[in-house]
């Protein structure tokens, strides 16, 4: 139980074009999920915590205009990046909280963008 | 706020060789803390975890790791390291009352044989 996946695992888009991926609960609800990104050789870096049914909170230094997070179910939440650059080039990862304690991650998304 | 130190950044070590990874926490207030394990390219599982109750907390593949509050430490250990461990390793805190995960650096364990 208490799988998470993410979709696409890899993506590759050309600058400008928005990139939406897929965080999904597949066996329990997630009334709040997180996305984190990862740098090459380094640590998750929170980057904004989304809740069901309301908008999402950003963590400081986020541009929510650009990370385009919704939570339409308790098993889906996407993000989208809008007019990628190659600086926004990461590992985006999902975690569903599934417990008063519980984060349950995704595989991630590998986003290249040329 | 919290925050986590992990003191190596890389750990190479031998096949059947003990390994130990440190990690110090700061925070104002009760916490929580976990230790994740990376494989290339995935995402996060967790390795062990304390919340509360006995200070020591094991995993089902050989791994424990120790609260301790006063050192505000919780190392990782295992007494035989298999090639299959060789991973990144991320120790994280969270409170009670927020359930944001603030990670560490990690520490990459390098295991020959």
């Known amino acids: 139980g208490a799988v998470v996946s993410q979709h696409p695992s890899r993506v590759i888009c050309k600058s400008g074009t928005s990139v939406k991926i897929e965080c999904r609960s597949l066996?329990?609800?997630?009334?709040?999920m997180f996305w984190y990104r990862q740098f090459p050789k380094q640590s998750l870096m929170l980057m904004a915590t989304s809740n069901e049914g309301s908008k999402a909170t950003y963590e400081q230094g986020v541009e929510k205009d650009k990370f385009l997070i919704n939570h339409a179910s308790l098993t889906l939440s996407t993000l989208t990046v809008t007019s990628a650059h190659p600086e926004d080039s990461s590992f985006y990862i999902c975690?569903?909280?599934?417990?008063?304690?519980?984060?349950?991650f995704g595989p991630g998304t590998r986003l290249t963008v040329t | 706020a919290q925050s986590v130190t992990q003191l190596d950044s890389q750990v190479p070590v031998f096949e059947e060789a003990p390994v130990e990874l440190r990690c110090n926490y700061s925070s104002s207030v009760s916490v929580y803390l976990f230790w994740y394990v990376q494989y290339p390219n995935q995402g996060l599982q967790l390795l062990l975890k304390y919340l509360s109750g006995s200070t020591l907390v094991e995993s089902i593949n050989g791994f424990e790791a120790e609260f301790n509050k006063s050192q505000t430490s919780f190392h990782l250990r295992k007494p035989s390291v298999h090639i299959s461990d060789t991973a990144e390793y991320f120790c994280?805190?969270?409170?009670?009352?927020?359930?944001?995960?603030?990670f560490g650096a990690g520490t990459t364990v390098t295991v020959r044989a």
């Open positions: 066996d329990f609800q997630a009334t709040t």
């Open positions: 975690s569903a909280r599934g417990g008063p304690s519980e984060q349950y």
């Open positions: 994280a805190v969270s409170s009670p009352n927020d359930y944001k995960l603030s």
